[in-house]
């Protein structure tokens, strides 16, 4: 491999904007992972307009996209049904404040696509729905401790901002992790609340749980492990923890935020046949715009509905984000949609292993069409847990995502990041970017 990274060749405009907004953006950016957002890259691309698969930056450079800002643009960026419904909001008042229609219709669609939602409430971004739905777990069951799984990535509020990146030494042991927090500022009592252990392992949780006996409020995960490169669970292991849930009267919330309404009309749950008590979605959910729900069985949603348990929030539901949930939702709850997405998805997966396989180069490419990515293992066995994670090789994934983007392919530059793909890509793009792929290997 060339372990050499080049500063890409015509991007002035985006490092001329990078040096200005670094005098008013902290850091330059609105969020701390756009300051990681570019790997070695020394500055971010300024996007100027997408359309479809397609963004272009500043200075005129057009990408085919799979971050897809974050996998919430599932139906291309500046999809032509969203514009028209939303442009009509935009003339009749985007946000009173109160109750509005659309955001009933949103809640009734959910229902009828997700297995365990009987009960619905909204918000605005995925780490909001996080904590509503661990607000609603504690409620419920009057215990204060959750248990969250090593790397899984809920959110930047302080309630689960905990053992997201931690590395090795402060980690401690592998089977009973020290819940480290992300980041300076979040109280020792907020994560003295947090059980944190090792992903795909039925000895480890059983052991925790044991450990604290009628204490657990809730266990939460991601399904498909997206923030750990699309780390899969291992056969068995949802319903493992369904099984132990139920035993100990925890409930369990899957974090959907990016396998919701993407991995199928009905996300993970109906993917892996696992029907959690609460599920947290974002992301696809809203097309683009910024909208969140949890949903969950109606037993553990009522004392919200009753009133006991609180929630608020200005913004939650508005019209003019209910309505691009609507729409988007209305697309997405068509199984040909979804099954355009995955084969889509699985003809790049393809084309890199066989790219790796022709170039002979260890990796592993792992997830679902819709979501999926590349890791540089030792010797190409797909990651296990975050431990995993921490031995492979980065460089050479900065090195792979570098020449795709000087192709022209544009992907998560975080290796434990993922690849999203979008309900527009053509075979066109397909073409080019399975081309972009084999030539990217041919540099490695
Ligand atoms: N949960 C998961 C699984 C996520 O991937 C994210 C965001 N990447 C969140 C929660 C937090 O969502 P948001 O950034 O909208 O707060």
Redesign the pocket.
């Known amino acids: 491999m060339t372990g050499q990274i080049q500063t890409l060749s015509g991007t002035h405009t985006s490092h001329e904007w990078f040096d200005r907004a670094q005098a008013s953006l902290a850091g330059g950016v609105s969020s701390s992972s756009r300051l990681t957002s570019t790997g070695p890259h020394p500055y971010p691309l300024y996007m100027a307009s997408g359309s479809g698969t397609r963004i272009r930056d500043v200075d005129g450079n057009e990408y085919i996209d799979y971050l897809i800002s974050?996998g919430s643009a599932v139906l291309g960026h500046a999809a032509p049904e969203l514009t028209e419904a939303l442009t009509a909001v935009l003339h009749t008042g985007t946000m009173f404040g109160t109750c509005n229609t659309p955001e009933v219709e949103l809640a009734e669609l959910i229902c009828e696509m997700v297995p365990c939602a009987q009960l619905v409430r909204f918000a605005n971004?995925?780490?909001?729905?996080?904590q509503g739905a661990v607000r609603a777990a504690r409620g419920y069951t009057g215990r204060s401790k959750i248990l969250k799984f090593e790397g899984?990535?809920?959110?930047?509020s302080d309630t689960l901002a905990i053992s997201n990146r931690p590395g090795e030494a402060e980690a401690g042991s592998y089977a009973m992790p020290r819940p480290v927090p992300h980041s300076p500022g979040i109280p020792a009592g907020v994560v003295d609340d947090v059980l944190v252990c090792p992903w795909n392992d039925p000895a480890a949780l059983r052991t925790l749980l044991d450990a604290h006996r009628g204490e657990v409020a809730a266990v939460i995960c991601?399904p498909i492990v997206?923030?750990n490169a699309c780390t899969m669970p291992a056969p068995g292991y949802l319903d493992l923890l369904r099984e132990e849930c139920t035993a100990r009267g925890i409930v369990l919330i899957f974090?959907?935020?990016?396998t919701g309404f993407r991995t199928g009309p009905a996300g993970a749950q109906a993917l892996f046949d696992v029907v959690p008590d609460l599920a947290?979605f974002?992301?696809a959910l809203g097309g683009g715009l910024?909208i969140?729900a949890f949903a969950g069985q109606r037993h553990v949603m009522e004392p919200l509905a009753q009133g006991h348990v609180k929630h608020g929030g200005t913004y939650n539901a508005s019209p003019l984000c209910a309505t691009s949930g609507l729409v988007t939702l209305r697309q997405l709850s068509q199984p040909e949609v979804t099954k355009h997405i995955d084969d889509s998805g699985m003809r790049i997966m393809e084309a890199i292993r066989r790219a790796a396989h022709d170039h002979r180069i260890p990796c592993a490419v792992q997830g679902v069409g819709a979501m999926f990515q590349i890791v540089f293992t030792t010797d190409g066995t797909p990651t296990r847990h975050y431990r995993d994670l921490l031995h492979t090789d980065q460089a050479r994934y900065h090195a792979f995502r570098h020449e795709l983007l000087k192709r022209g392919i544009h992907t998560n530059a975080y290796g434990m990041a993922c690849w999203f793909v979008a309900a527009t890509v053509t075979t066109q793009e397909l073409d080019a970017t399975c081309q972009a792929v084999d030539e990217a290997f041919s540099t490695l």
């Open positions: 974050y971004s995925g780490s909001e729905a996080v899984h990535y809920h959110g930047w991601e997206a923030n974090d959907e935020v990016c947290v974002s992301k910024p969140a």
